[in-house]
């Protein structure tokens, strides 16, 4: 486990941006340190599992599967 504080991306702003539209957030990990992924995200020595892409790509696209479908196929968050 990396014990060293990490900075998120992650801002009051996004949050703000939820209060008028519909907003998912999550992170994709590193991997785990025993495989050699010992930094977190936005540390300078941060090394990346790229076989999680296909995954995160799954979980982006399935997330806007599924409020496309919720909403009936519209795009439109609503207004004009």
Do not use: K
């Amino acid at each position: 486990m990396d014990r060293e504080p990490q900075r998120l991306s992650a801002s009051e702003d996004f949050s703000l941006l939820g209060e008028r539209i519909p907003i998912t957030y999550f992170t994709i990990g590193t991997g785990l340190p025993e495989q050699g992924y010992a930094f977190g995200n936005y540390h300078p020595q941060v090394v990346y599992d790229e076989q999680a892409v296909p995954a995160g790509a799954a979980v982006l696209a399935s997330c806007a599967f599924r409020w496309l479908r919720a909403r009936g196929g519209r795009m439109c968050c609503g207004g004009a």
